[in-house]
């Protein structure tokens, strides 16, 4: 499909991603329409994007070959229940809701081809991570879509079975803020040794964005990039020999599995 229209219902800062995203790979304004109840997020992105804007769903589906649900969960069942009456065959519903499972769509919205989806946070600076289900009536006409969609602002991984969406929320969904409190735990400890706090938090910040870039175009994993800068009896031997003796792996994999079990739960009181 060469010039797909797109549908967005909710336009807060995922779907401005999504558009902005879009509209920086070559998306034409005329191809992207938002709704929202909100007169000022309305304003904020037509202003921003110049793209058509409406408070009326059933406009903003009409003739549409993807429609973004991009709502707060606890409004998503309403939403649906009122959509499904609008819908066309052929449409493709993505949705990049936390916690709301196919089955719910599917039973709010009716015989639907169906793609959930689990952005981060880091979208908003097109730097993402999206991890993709798809339903079974989804063609693969509708995945290249999808693709093209979340691909608009970062990178994507296709899961096979929806549970392991959880494990996905676990790695990178609720991943960001890992590392934001690490960044944080650097900064005051640096300030701590010295440091002004502008200057320990710059050297944290930066040497994270500079780690992940040797990991992500390394031709080895990140245990062995570990192994090269830990000189035997050095500095950061030291340091990391304190992590372990800690328990940090130990600490790392409880907290997951506890946001795994949360996303899970999560997805079984919003799904009613």
């Given at each position: 499909m060469?010039s797909?229209h797109?549908a967005?219902?909710?336009?807060g800062?995922m779907?401005s991603?999504?558009?902005?995203g879009l509209?920086?790979?070559?998306f034409?304004t ?10 000022e997020?309305?304003?904020?992105v037509a ?5 058509a804007?409406?408070?009326d769903n ?8 993807v429609?973004v649900?991009?709502?707060k969960?606890?409004?998503?069942k309403a939403?649906c ?10 449409q493709?519903?993505?949705?990049v809701a936390?916690g ?8 709010w919205?009716?015989d639907v081809a169906?793609?959930r989806c689990?952005p981060n946070?880091p979208?908003?600076r097109?730097?993402g991570?999206?991890g993709l ?15 093209q969609?979340?691909?608009?602002v970062?990178i ?5 079975q ?7 929320i676990?790695?990178s969904?609720?991943g960001?803020?890992?590392f934001?409190?690490m ?18 938090e710059?050297l944290?910040?930066y040497?994270a964005?500079g780690?992940a ?22 500095t950061?031997?030291q340091?990391i020999?304190?992590?372990?003796e800690g ?16 996303a ?9």
């Open positions: 060469s797909p797109i967005f219902i909710g336009a800062n779907a991603s999504l558009i902005g509209l920086a790979e070559g034409q005329n191809q992207l329409i938002a709704s929202d109840p909100g007169a997020t309305r304003s904020r202003e921003q994007f110049a793209i804007t409406t408070d059933a406009q903003a589906v009409a003739g549409a070959d429609i649900l991009a709502v969960p606890q409004v998503m939403v229940q009122a959509l499904a009456p609008q819908l066309s065959a052929g493709l519903i993505v949705s936390a709301i499972p196919c089955a719910s769509l599917e039973k919205l009716g169906v793609v689990m946070t979208a908003l097109r730097q991570v999206s289900f798809a339903n079974a009536r989804v063609s693969s006409t509708q995945r290249a879509l999808a693709e969609l979340l691909g608009a970062g994507y991984l296709w899961v096979e929806e549970s392991l969406i959880d494990a996905v676990a790695v969904g609720s960001p803020a890992y934001f409190l960044m944080e735990a650097m900064t005051e400890a640096g300030a701590k040794l010295g440091l002004s706090r502008a200057d320990a710059k944290a910040l040497t964005l780690a870039d040797m990991a992500i175009h390394a031709d080895v994993d990140a245990a062995e990039l570990r192994r090269r800068v830990t000189s035997p009896g050095g950061t031997e340091a020999r304190t992590f372990e328990g940090l792996r130990n600490l790392v994999e409880q907290a997951m599995n506890n946001c795994a079990a949360r899970a739960e999560m997805a079984e009181q919003l799904g009613q």
